[in-house]
């Protein structure tokens, strides 16, 4: 197994709604890893970033904190990941202060100018398909968009996030992305251990796999 440096972003990246099912995945072999945690206090957020601390570090997995960059902060996390609204009401110098990568949201080319402002580690571009997680006011991107927005960012690593299943992942990547942010294919799936099983396998050969 190759290990990746600290604040790598593996190919593969999914996104878990809480601590337990981190716990679940990231044995299986995860390397990239988003915990995104909704309408929690902010003691329980702090108590669940701890617990997916102590996994991700014994699992050689990069753990990526959505929306609480207060408690990633206290926690001693590496990464948070924010969207348009909490970047426009975080304290972007304390996170920056505390040593923490930023990923950041878009889904527009005004949210683009937004987030290279704000000079990330990375930037997420999102709905290339059509998804159920949400209501969405934006359209599916698909894959021109990847490529525009690659070229606007250089060589920030680029994460496609919503609708991707497995069978759609090679083109998400040969359209220019790095990492592809998957939640609703294994969390809907009668299996999601074994689904997660199937993506680590599937993206063995890609650029960024490190397997």
Partial sequence: MTRKMAGALDVFYPIVPDADWLERLV????????????????????????????????????????????????????????????????????????????GISTHSTEELETALAAAPDYVALGPIYETRLKAMKWGPQGFARIGEWKARIGELPLVAIGGIKLDRAAGVLAAGAQSVAVITDFMTAPQPEERVRQWLQGMAGAPGGGR
């Fill in 27 to 102: 044995p299986l072999g995860v390397r990239t890893v988003q915990l995104r945690i909704k309408g929690a206090e902010s003691a329980d957020v702090y108590r669940q970033i701890k617990a997916s601390l102590t996994v991700t570090r014994d699992y050689d997995c990069q753990l990526i904190v959505n929306d609480y960059w207060r408690e990633a902060i206290r926690a001693g996390a590496g990464y948070v990941h924010l969207g348009q609204e909490d970047l426009a009401a975080a304290d972007l110098a304390a996170i920056k202060a505390a040593g923490l990568r930023l």
